[in-house]
Structures are given as C-alpha cells and as structure tokens.
C-alpha cells in the first residue's frame, strides 16, 4: 500500500495539492469541504488509487495526561496542511467545525516542517517498519521520553543531539509536558462523528407554539395587570382605535415633502426642530430615511416625533399617529396618502409650507388649510423665533384633539 504521508510530501513538493472526493472514483465530484470528503485523490500520481481520508498514517501522536496517542489518519494530515497559515485559536476552531483531529502546537509545527521539505526528520513520523509497532504500543511515558523512543536506529546521532537541547531548556520541556488539547462546544457535544441536532430546535418550536396557542391572549388572571410585552411572538396586537388613550400616548409622526425643491429634509430637519437653528440641505440626498425629535413643551409635556419623507411602509394605524405634514404645493406628495385629496388631507392633520421670507408663496398652499413658515435667508438668530412659533401652532392643534407626553412640566 501507498505511504500517504509520502504522497502528501511528493504532492507539496510539485505543487499539485491531492483533491477532495466524495467516493473512491477517482474522476469523480471534487468537493472544497473536508467534513463531506470520504477520499483523496493525488494527480501528481495517477498510477494510486484515492486513498480513504480514515487512512492511518506513520505520524504518531505520544500519549500524555491529556492527549491520547496513537498514529492519525490521512485527514488529520491533510488539513494540518491546509491550515498551516492560520494562528492556533482558528486552527481549533476550523478543526472543530469541521470534525478533525486537532494537532498540539509541536506536532503541528513538525508536520508541517516535514511536509515542506524543511525537515528530512521528525520526532513523530517513525519508518515503515516501525509503523506497525507504533500503532500497536503506544508509549505513555513523560514527553521527553517518549520522543527518543520512536527515532530510528539509524539516526542515534540526531537522537543525541535531540536530548542534549531538551536537557537544556527544562522549563521549555515542563511546558510541553502540561499542553493540552482544546475542545470546543461542537467537539463535546458531537465528539467523534457529526450529529446534526437541527430536529432539536424544530421539535423545540413545535412545543412552543402548542403551548402558545392553547393560552388564549386574554386569559390572564383577574384583577392582574396585562403586560402586553409578555405576548408570545406568533400574538398580532389588535390596532388601536383612531381616538383613544393608547392611541394619544405613541410616536406622534411629522411627513415631510421628497420634494428636491423642499427646504426641509431629513438631512436638516432634527437642527431646525429640535435645535432652532435651519442650515441649508446638502445636495447630495441623506440615507437617513428616519428622524427622532425629542420635544419637551409647557402644553404637552415631554413628547417624541417620528420624522419621515415617505409612507411606503405604513401601516394603516400609522395614519392616526400623522399630526402634520410640510408640503411645496406639489399635489403628487400625497398620491400614496391615506387622504389623496388636499382639502380633506389638510382638514384631518395641521398642514405647513416653509419659504424663504420674501418668496411668492404657491397659489396651491393658500387654497389649502396650511400655515406658511419663512425662515430668514441670511439672519439666523431669528430661525429659534420661527421654530417656537411653528411649534406652538402645532401643539395648540394637538392638545385640542388629546395629544400628551409622558410628563406635563409644572409651572
């Protein structure tokens, strides 16, 4: 039989690394995963058949307090290779993903040594004839001990050497003798074989929502408090009426104009509301698509406001939440509104129009019920004047229909 670990080195040697298959025909599949290989096939050698990765090689790992020894096959071997640039933590990782066998550090560094052509010796490969004897007795000895038992006769000289710069560094040597190897949550739970436990989690869920849907969502215990965050996650909430309540206590939303010739965007409406301060939009369109306006007033109290340029994504309950709606005078803004029409849309939420002060306003904006705001071209201590003004339109037009905030401040 072929010596595997041969053909790996004449391999690496040519520069024609064997290929992956998943059966013994040689032209069959190539697959790129190890864990789904069964064979391996070695085209600078078209006389040997693909070998069984399961193949034992003459690279025998020594017995200590917590490595088993024992020759490792042709898998080990291969993906040793494979992985030689990759530091330890991610060599055990991708060992344990993928089911190998995973080598210390010295083992691995001696391989790889070895494999390259670097090294014409190594302390774990023994020879031919010393492979069937390695395999059957496994020495269990210390580490050091251990390493000049399975050097060749024929090299006693480099078996010298070896213990002379052993000796030499004990500390070096006490270091090894404690290495351990790692393992990792797939290792524990599939250890020698691949198990897949995706039946776990599907019969786990199944369980789930049984359990889910026999509870009705309103049979909690009388007179205890619903905590609505304790629904599972298959429950769909009711939509909450238009006036209410529940209704008054979420996100208000403020719509802006997509319009190129608004002069309020998403880019610079968070300075001009919550800041008082307007800075002209960049040119550029913003990727914000979303705006959250903290307000705090002596009629509403603290309050947030949703801040978007587009309703593709509402909800039908997301039409009860709109409080207001800055529009150009351009009709096709409301074309995917709830309200299409802009004397109704405008009689159902508080409707602004923002120029620059001395601008025609458009004859659309003053047939509509909108407020027109202009903003100073060139002063800016006046855009605080002008904010407060418009927000104090906007929360008289709330408070009237019941909007509040978390905490009214006092007087």
């Keep these: 039989m072929a010596d595997p670990l041969g053909l790996l080195r004449q391999a690496v040697a040519e520069h024609s690394l064997p290929k992956l ?17 069964t064979h391996l096939a070695f085209p600078a050698d078209p006389s040997v058949s693909p070998l069984p990765l399961s193949t034992q090689t003459r690279f ?14 042709l898998r080990a071997a291969y993906f040793c290779w494979l992985c030689r640039d990759e530091n330890v933590a991610q ?43 390695a395999t059957a007795h496994v020495v269990s000895e210390p580490k050091a001990a251990a390493v000049t038992t399975t050097i060749p006769a024929e090299g006693a000289q480099m078996k010298a050497k070896l213990r002379v710069k052993k000796l030499a560094d004990p500390r070096l040597e006490r270091t090894y003798a404690r290495e351990r190897v790692l393992f990792n949550r797939n290792t524990a739970l599939r250890g020698t074989k691949q198990t897949d ?26 007179g205890a408090p619903y905590d609505a965050s304790q629904r599972g996650p298959s429950t769909v909430a009711a939509p909450a009426p238009s006036s209410g309540p ?9 719509l802006l104009s997509p319009s190129a010739s608004s002069l309020l965007t998403m880019s610079n409406i968070k300075d001009f509301l919550e800041r008082g301060t307007y800075s002209a939009a960049p040119p550029s369109s913003s990727t914000v698509n979303i705006q959250m306006i903290n307000r705090t007033s002596n009629r509403l109290g603290q309050i947030r406001f949703v801040v978007v340029d587009s309703c593709e994504r509402f909800k039908p309950d997301y039409w009860d ?15 995917l509104y709830k309200w299409h029409n802009p004397h109704e849309l405008f009689q159902k939420v508080k409707g602004f129009c923002v120029t620059f002060s001395g601008d025609p306003v458009p004859e659309s904006v003053r047939a509509w019920n ?42």
Excluded at 21 to 37: E, F, H, M, Q, T
Excluded at 246 to 254: C, E, F, N, V, Y
Excluded at 321 to 335: D, E, I, L, N, P
């Design 370 to 411: 909108v407020d027109v705001v202009q903003v100073d071209k060139v002063h800016r201590f006046r855009d605080r004047e002008t904010v407060e003004g418009l927000w104090d339109v906007l929360e008289k037009w709330m408070e009237v229909r019941g909007w509040s905030g978390r905490g009214k401040p006092t007087m």
């Design 60 to 73: 025998v790992r020594k017995a200590g307090p917590n490595t088993t020894g024992g020759p490792i096959d």
């Design 197 to 222: 436990f995706s039946y776990v989690r599907k019969e786990a869920m199944e369980s789930f929502m049984r359990s889910h849907n026999r509870s009705a969502p309103g049979t909690h215990q009388r």
């Design 91 to 133: 060599y055990i990782a991708l060992c344990g993903e993928k089911d190998v066998v995973n080598l210390t550090f010295l083992e691995r560094a001696s391989l790889v040594t070895w494999l390259e052509g670097a090294d014409e010796q190594s302390d774990y490969i023994v020879s031919d004839a010393g492979a069937a004897a």
């Design 246 to 254: 529940s209704t008054k206590r979420r996100d208000p939303i403020i």
């Design 321 to 335: 939440r709109v409080v207001a709606v800055f529009t150009t005078g351009q009709a096709w803004q409301f074309k």
């Design 21 to 37: 298959l998943s059966s013994s025909d040689p032209s069959g599949p190539v697959v790129d995963d190890i864990a789904r290989a």
